[in-house]
C-alpha cells in the first residue's frame, strides 16, 4: 500500500493479515502478506532494489509524485501490479487516466473493513484466474511442442526406410526388387494407420466426431475384427476365438465399437506368438457390455503396462523392436470407453500373455452421456457425492 496516511496503511494491514479469499474456480485459497510506503518514491525504490507485488493499493495524492506518476513510472519500467486506487478526490478524467494506465478498480476514501476486502476480492479474483489461464496456455503449448515432435519422429522413421529402399532401386543393378517394394509398402501402411488413429483422436478429443446411436449386437463387430485380421493371424498360425453364443445388445455407435475391437484384436494377434491364440469374451450385464481380449503373447511388466493407454506411447524392447504401431490405438480405446462412462484395463505377464478389458454401458439415445445405474462388475461414479478438492494454499503480497 502506497499512502501517506500511515494509520491508515496500518489498519489495512491487520485487516487483510485476517481476510482469505477463496478462488473456488481454481481451487485456490488466497492470504495476504501487506507491506506500505507513505510516498511513491519510497515504493519505487523498492521495486528498483528488485521487490515484487502482487496487488497494489494506490493512493491518488501523494507528497511528490502522485498516483498517477507511479502508475506511469511502472509502465516505463515495464512492471504490471495489479493495481486499485485509493482516493477521496476522484474526478472523472482522474479515473479514465488512470484507467488508461493500468489501474483495475477504485476504492473511494473513506471506505468500511467490508468494503475494503470487496475491492482486494475482485482484484485477487482477476490475478489468480489470469495466471491460470496463462499456466493453462503454457502447458497448452508444451503439450502441442511435445505432440509434434513425437508425431514427426514416428512419420519419419518410416520415410527415412522407404527413402533407403527407394536409392537402393535406384543402383546400376539393384537386388531383387519386389522385397524393397513389399517393406516400402509396410511402412506406408504404418503412416497410413498412424494418419487414421490420429484423426480418430482428435475428433473424439474435440468433440467433433460425429455420433450415431443404435442399438448394436457387439457380436456383429467383434465378427468383423476378427475377419479382417483373420488373414494375418493365419499366416502365423493364431487361432482366434469368439465367446458371444448369445445376443450381446447395447445402445452406440457402430463405428466406435469398430475402432474398440478392430484395436483391441489388432493388437492381439501383434503382439501374439506364432502359434498362439486370442480369444474374444462379450458378456452382458445390466447397462453394461465387457469386452475382453486375451492374448499368447509376449506379454508386459508392470511397468510397461503402466504406461499403455498414454498417446503415442509403444512398448519398445527386444520383443517389439520389430512390430510397427502408432501408439494411439490403445489411447483411443480408453478415451471411447470413457465416453461410455467405463474404462479400458489391462492384465499383463511378461512372456505369458495379456488380457484387455473395456466395459461399456449404454449410451443415452442421442447423447453420448451414460445412464446413472451401473451393471455388476462395473463400479457407479457419483459425482455429485465425492468431495472436492482442497483448496491449495496461496499468498499474495
Not at 502447458?139 to 508425431?151: A, G, M, P, T
Not at 450415431?212 to 456383429?220: Q, W
Not at 493365419?234 to 484395436?263: F, H, S
Not at 484384436?265 to 501374439?272: C, D, E, G, I, T
Amino acid at each position: 500500500m502506497v499512502d501517506d496516511e500511515e494509520p491508515l496503511c496500518l489498519a489495512v494491514r491487520r485487516i487483510l493479515a485476517k481476510y482469505q479469499a477463496d478462488v473456488a474456480e481454481v481451487g485456490v485459497a488466497v492470504t495476504y502478506d501487506s507491506i506500505h510506503f507513505t510516498s511513491g518514491e519510497q515504493f519505487l525504490e523498492s521495486i528498483a532494489a528488485g521487490a515484487g507485488y502482487d496487488l497494489l493499493l494506490l493512493d491518488l495524492k501523494l507528497p511528490g509524485m502522485s498516483g498517477l506518476d507511479v502508475l506511469t513510472e511502472l509502465g516505463l519500467r515495464n512492471r504490471s501490479i495489479l493495481t486499485i486506487m485509493i482516493t477521496a478526490y476522484a474526478t472523472f478524467e482522474t479515473a479514465v487516466q488512470a484507467t488508461k494506465l493500468g489501474a483495475f478498480d477504485f476504492l473511494p476514501k473513506p471506505f468500511s473493513p467490508e468494503e475494503l476486502r470487496y475491492a482486494v476480492r475482485k482484484a485477487t479474483d482477476q490475478l489468480i484466474i489470469s495466471r491460470e489461464a496463462r499456466k493453462l496456455a503454457e502447458e497448452k503449448r508444451q503439450v502441442r511442442f511435445n505432440f509434434i515432435s513425437v508425431l514427426a519422429h514416428e512419420l519419419k522413421a518410416p520415410l527415412n526406410a522407404i527413402e533407403g529402399y527407394l536409392k537402393i532401386l535406384q543402383m546400376d543393378k539393384p537386388p531383387e526388387p519386389l522385397p524393397l517394394i513389399d517393406r516400402s509398402l509396410i511402412r506406408l501402411d504404418g503412416m497410413r494407420k498412424l494418419i487414421f488413429d490420429l484423426l480418430d483422436l482428435t475428433r473424439i478429443e474435440s468433440g467433433q466426431k460425429q455420433r450415431s446411436f443404435a442399438e448394436v449386437d457387439v457380436r456383429t463387430p467383434a465378427k468383423a475384427a476378427i475377419d479382417l485380421f483373420a488373414t494375418e493371424a493365419a499366416e502365423r498360425g493364431i487361432t482366434i476365438t469368439l465367446r458371444a453364443p448369445d445376443p450381446v445388445e447395447m445402445i452406440a455407435d457402430p463405428d466406435e465399437l469398430e475402432i474398440v475391437l478392430n484395436n483391441l484384436v489388432s493388437n492381439a494377434v501383434k503382439y501374439n506368438r506364432d502359434g498362439g491364440s486370442v480369444t474374444v469374451a462379450l458378456v452382458r450385464g445390466g447397462d453394461t457390455v465387457r469386452i475382453t481380449v486375451a492374448d499368447t503373447g509376449i506379454g508386459m511388466n508392470p511397468e510397461e503396462s503402466a504406461k499403455l493407454f498414454t498417446e503415442f506411447v509403444r512398448i519398445k524392447n527386444e520383443d517389439t523392436i520389430k512390430i510397427l504401431g502408432s501408439g494411439l490405438g490403445l489411447s483411443t480405446v480408453r478415451k471411447l470407453a470413457q465416453l461410455y462412462g467405463g474404462d479400458a484395463t489391462v492384465k499383463s505377464e511378461k512372456g505369458a500373455g495379456s488380457i484387455f478389458t473395456v466395459t461399456l454401458r449404454d449410451a443415452v439415445t442421442g447423447d453420448a452421456a451414460p445412464r446413472d445405474t451401473a451393471g455388476p462388475g462395473v463400479a457407479a461414479t457419483d459425482s455429485a457425492a465425492t468431495s472436492p478438492p482442497l483448496p491449495a494454499k496461496t499468498q499474495l503480497s
